[in-house]
């Protein structure tokens, strides 16, 4: 009887039931400072992550050697106090504070011992935790994406790409073994060192622990015999060494009777670098000596990075591929990851065991996740959230005409007549932290970042391989680049307030100045003018195909791609075509150099025209467009990677001079200055010089066209400190809060 | 009837096999990769990351590996979100779109069936047009524009209930309805198809002519077997409804797997990819079956024990 109604009635009340008993009226409470970001964190682990999301949580999580200042990003005393320079330069010396210490969600040492935390807790900060989070960067293995943000430490580059054969040259190969003679063992590892090449056994043991690419190198770090402390280091591989059987332990590390070494390889690739002494040292527990390779004008804004900071040994070793997840991870910064909720949800609590910590204000922050940047609006319309990093391109007007003190003032917010002016806010450290504007409502502020198009130099027409003349392809580019009317793009199009265009480097970078008269401007007779010579040069338009211009699937993209599709078509009478492909399809296209115009941003890694410039070296990594030019490598990676070597040896000097000439960039006077008198100083203006003269030169041969340069948008609500739209759009949430007491 | 259950589950993992196997050699095909980025990797440290996630092997032999995984119940780690396995992944997601779809679910049927009867019996009416009409609206309209509506007027028109997020009772009340209303649609137009024809019927007929009240003619008597293909609709419907939906989902921030699944296919992250697949076809065809099974309660005409004879 009634058995549908029965059983539909079982389907209704059930699962209700089970829900109101799963989530029983709970209501969330509001964190002190809330912010959104699109997507959940990928990991909190200082060397894996890559986004400027992780970057910012890691940032507030640990603290690094140095801190950015809110407004300036000048380095801040974070754990380092203060730091010595050498006079070379070559030597950064950092002394750390002695009263931070490692922590975690929950812990206070009022309350007992660390025991039943993670690993790792109530342990000091010191200098042997930096030297282990930048050696396990650096090490092959961890497959770290942003590695080379410390390539700057000496024998960073090679010890992270296996590069053995640099170092190593004295290597001799036979068969699958490597032979290393003896006097080149003593020179590498000399008698009274951490490693004695005389002690057999050490050597044996720093080896086995050092190298990779020696055959079966589980067994031979399960070895318990000869390696002890391996196998005490770490227990995972203990286990494996119970499974196998002892008969299965060889040993390919052996010496003949000339003393030489021999290493069987797993096979003919090289042996790995891991010998190299990188260039840390921790003289004692509260010193941190770091040698560089070369001079880098950057140094100390690099070491705020997130691939700088330290990790805790005792955590990494103990949950290996977990230990940043929030019930493993142990940190030292202003906050401390309290709850992480995939995909929803992050909630920080400030550290009380903070060396700093009155001046972390807020005593919470939520990260909450919202994908949809019209849910974000929403929320901050709402009061939920207080500040959004980004807006929906359709909603930036809105914006903008709602202007700064009342843009979407929401129901729960007051506005700025209401209130009193808001306390200032007193910075101790840095009295320059008291100009922080207390912004409220839109904000637009030049960001460190170009959106240009990439030309592929070994395609038809803008290679350089025409039968006629090789100078077709660069006319070509350069009519390209005249031809847009950028801003007619920013204005019509973005409306953002971006900045229109001419050059590469974005003009917001600081102690760069552009040489006058290098930009690509708009300007149609010119195109016209570079399209006759390249006409008079032999290039016929029929052989110009229908071009096509990739990008990937966005609006934002299809707007501006259709807008460059209609001012060629308008200026220079040439057809395009667009083509969007997914995110990962798009990037295999580039990297492939599979396309004749394609979409491309960059965004700096750090404040120096070197994060812009030196990825159009020959085959950079991030290069894309098929161009090469020895020149240009010669300005960003012998003159600007070391000033000092090119201006001390005397050829090299001339040569300088006399290549910066050919770009028009007079460098001689400053040299002659530098030469009389040297100064840090002077090295640095004439590496400026450099990189005008690479800029010049890129903007001549046009591998690119440059279409604008980002502005960064926040919004903010009322009440907010901190957040100042610096050039890198950095927001170290260390120093944000909300000042509550003028919300009603 | 057992034996017909044991079966079906066997054939669960021989469907399960071959979406694996289809779906492993798609995503493979698929140009890029998991580790490109807009500031590319240097060819050391991709050839790495290739050989930390076994990328680095031979397609047949990470297909094999991959499958021994599944077997033993291991899915794999997830390539973005680093220290994840694809089962935690799931198991934070899953949950959460399960619950909301609950609630959608019987808002569906609570809606529909009650709009699907009362038009069914009372065919050619005023209440027959607007619900009906009401319910064409709700099939044409998409979820999201439903979504917008829903914002507009309970948040800013009459601000009553929270925006979007995830945790409380009241943030489940829009995205429910968002999710549900559609299905409720579906179920209304085939309760009332279902109820028309039955109530023509000549059982129908002996039950009213020997006095039964009306109420119990309908409730007892007509909508057993008007229900009939709302179960069969509800198989593969719950299987979608329980997965999530990606649109709901992102317009109130609900942290289900419908975001999830989407945002890894354009990851490529490949692990949580195919898991997902998996944990989506699973509830397919379990869903399939417990309607099969339905069937033969709902409807003693229908009988496993033959079906399979």
Redesign the interface.
């Known amino acids: 009887?009634?058995?549908?109604?029965q059983?539909?009635g079982a389907?209704?009340i059930i699962?209700?039931a089970?829900?109101?008993a799963?989530?029983g009226?709970?209501?969330?409470e509001r964190e002190s400072f809330v912010y959104a970001e699109m997507?959940?964190l990928?990991?909190l682990?200082p060397a894996?992550m890559?986004g400027v999301a992780e970057g910012r949580v890691a940032q507030a999580v640990f603290e690094g050697l140095t801190t950015y200042h809110p407004e300036t990003l000048a380095p801040l005393p974070g754990m380092a106090t203060s730091w010595d320079v050498s006079e070379d330069e070559l030597t950064y010396t950092f002394h750390l504070r002695n009263d931070q210490v490692w922590t975690c969600r929950g812990y206070d040492p009022a309350n007992g011992s660390a025991e039943g935390f993670p690993a790792g807790t109530g342990d000091p900060v010191v200098a042997g935790d930096f030297i282990f989070a930048l050696e396990r960067v650096l090490d092959?293995?961890?497959?770290?994406?942003y590695?080379?943000m410390l390539y700057a430490i000496k024998n960073a580059i090679n010890y992270?790409?296996?590069k053995m054969e640099i170092e190593f040259a004295e290597v001799h190969r036979s068969g699958s073994e490597a032979v290393i003679s003896k006097a080149d063992l003593l020179a590498k590892f000399p008698p009274g060192g951490d490693v004695d090449a005389g002690d057999e056994n050490a050597l044996r043991e720093f080896l086995k622990k050092k190298a990779t690419n020696l055959p079966g190198d589980a067994l031979l770090k399960a070895d318990p015999a000869s390696n002890e402390s391996a196998a005490e280091e770490n227990s995972a591989e203990e286990a494996t060494a119970e499974e196998i059987a002892p008969a299965a332990v060889f040993d390919p590390i052996s010496w003949d009777e000339h003393g030489n070494l021999h290493i069987r390889l797993a096979d003919d690739k090289s042996l790995a670098v891991k010998f190299l002494k990188l260039g840390l040292d921790a003289p004692d527990d509260y010193t941190l000596v770091i040698h560089l390779d070369a001079v880098t004008p950057y140094f100390l804004d690099i070491t705020s990075f997130s691939t700088w900071l330290p990790v805790n040994k005792k955590c990494v070793d103990t949950y290996g591929?977990?230990?940043?997840?929030v019930n493993n991870i142990v940190t030292n910064g202003s906050y401390l990851l309290a709850e992480d909720?995939?995909?929803?949800?992050m909630v920080l609590k400030r550290n009380e065991l903070y060396w700093d910590k009155e001046h972390v204000r807020s005593e919470s922050i939520g990260v909450?996740?919202?994908?949809?940047e019209?849910?974000q609006v929403?929320?901050y319309?709402?009061g939920?959230i207080d500040w959004l990093n980004s807006l929906p391109q359709a909603q930036v007007p809105v914006f903008i005409a709602a202007g700064r003190d009342t843009a979407y003032a929401g129901?729960t917010r007051p506005s700025k007549d209401d209130v009193p002016e808001t306390p200032e806010f007193r910075n101790p450290l840095d009295p320059g932290l008291d100009t922080n504007p207390n912004y409220e409502g839109f904000m637009r502020t030049p960001y460190l970042g170009t959106y240009y198009y990439r030309f592929n130099v070994t395609r038809r027409p803008f290679a350089t391989n025409h039968e006629n003349s090789k100078e077709i392809g660069r006319l070509l580019r350069i009519a390209f680049c005249h031809a847009i009317d950028k801003k007619m793009l920013c204005e019509d199009i973005l409306k953002g307030g971006q900045i229109p265009a001419d050059t590469y480097v974005p003009s917001g970078m600081p102690g760069y100045t552009r040489p006058a008269g290098i930009g690509v401007e708009f300007n149609t007779a010119k195109a016209r003018q570079y399209l006759k010579e390249a006409r008079d040069l032999g290039f016929r338009d029929d052989e110009m195909p229908v071009l096509n211009i990739l990008y990937n699937t966005s609006e934002g993209h299809r707007q501006i791609a259709a807008f460059i599709q209609d001012q060629i078509k308008q200026n220079l009478g040439f057809d395009v075509e667009l083509q969007n492909q997914?995110?990962?399809?798009y990037?295999?296209?580039t990297?492939k150099l599979d396309y004749d115009l394609c979409r491309?941003?960059?965004i700096g890694?750090y404040t120096d025209p070197n994060t812009f410039l030196d990825m159009f070296v020959t085959d950079g990594?991030?290069n894309?467009t098929g161009w090469s030019n020895e020149l240009y490598d010669k300005f960003i990676l012998t003159y600007a990677r070391d000033p000092r070597r090119s201006l001390a040896d005397e050829s090299l000097r001339a040569q300088l001079i006399a290549d910066c000439q050919s770009q028009g960039i007079d460098v001689r006077e400053i040299v002659e200055d530098y030469l009389a008198q040297p100064t840090a100083q002077k090295v640095a203006q004439i590496r400026m010089k450099v990189f005008e003269s690479a800029e010049t030169l890129l903007m001549h041969d046009v591998p690119i066209l440059p279409l604008y340069f980002y502005v960064s948008m926040n919004t903010i609500a009322y009440g907010t400190h901190g957040i100042t739209g610096n050039i890198r759009n950095i927001v170290p949430l260390k120093w944000v809060w909300v000042d509550r007491s003028l919300y009603p | 009837m057992m034996l017909f259950i044991l079966k079906r589950i066997g054939w669960l993992f021989v469907s399960l096999f071959i979406v694996i196997t289809i779906c492993f050699f798609v995503m493979k095909i698929?140009?890029?990769?998991?580790?490109?980025?807009?500031?590319?990797?240097?060819e050391?440290?991709k050839a790495?990351?290739m050989?930390?996630y076994g990328q680095d092997l031979s397609w047949p032999e990470q297909y094999v590996r991959y499958l021994g995984g599944v077997v033993v119940g291991d899915l794999g780690?997830s390539i973005?979100?680093?220290?994840?396995d694809v089962t935690t992944?799931i198991a934070?997601?899953l949950p959460?779109s399960a619950?909301l779809g609950?609630?959608a679910?019987?808002i569906a049927?609570?809606f529909g069936?009650i709009a699907g009867i009362v038009s069914g019996v009372r065919q050619n009416t005023f209440w027959d047009y607007s619900l009906m009409s009401a319910a064409i609206m709700g099939i044409s309209i998409p979820s999201f524009v439903i979504a917008m509506a829903l914002?507009a007027i309970f948040?800013?028109w009459w601000?009553l209930l929270?925006?979007?997020?995830?945790?409380?009772?009241?943030q489940?009340i829009m995205p429910a309805l968002a999710l549900g209303l559609p299905y409720a649609a579906y179920v209304a137009r085939m309760t009332r198809v279902g109820m028309i024809e039955i109530i023509r019927q000549d059982f129908i007929r002996t039950a009213r002519a020997k006095g039964l009240a009306e109420k119990s003619v309908v409730?007892?008597h007509a909508?057993?077997h008007a229900?009939l293909p709302v179960v069969s609709f509800l198989g593969p419907a719950t299987a979608g409804i329980l997965t999530g939906s990606l649109v709901v989902?992102?317009?109130?921030?609900i942290?289900?797997i419908g975001?999830?699944f989407v945002?890894s296919a354009?990851?490529?992250d490949y692990f949580v990819v195919l898991g997902t697949l998996i944990v989506y076809s699973t509830l397919l065809i379990v869903f399939n079956l417990i309607v099969d099974v339905?069937y033969t309660?709902?409807d003693p005409r229908v009988q496993m024990e033959k079906t399979n004879a």
């Open positions: 009887m009634f058995k549908s109604l059983l539909l389907m209704i699962p209700l089970g829900f109101f799963l989530f009226g709970q209501e969330e997507q959940s990928e990991t682990d894996m890559t092959p293995e961890t497959a770290s994406q590695s080379y992270n790409t296996m591929d977990k230990w940043a997840i909720f995939f995909q929803n949800k909450r996740i919202i994908e949809g019209s849910t929403n929320l319309c709402a939920e129901a997914e995110w990962r399809v990037l295999d296209s990297q491309a941003g960059w890694d990594g991030n894309n | 698929v140009p890029g990769d998991p580790f490109s980025s807009e500031k590319a990797p240097s050391e440290v790495q990351l050989k930390k780690p973005k979100y680093k220290g994840n992944i934070d997601t959460v619950a609950l609630i679910l019987v049927l609570i069936l914002i948040v800013f601000p929270p925006i979007a997020g995830w945790g409380s009772i009241s489940l409730m007892k909508l057993k229900l989902e992102k317009i109130f921030a942290p289900g975001t999830m945002n354009t990851n490529r339905l309660f709902l």
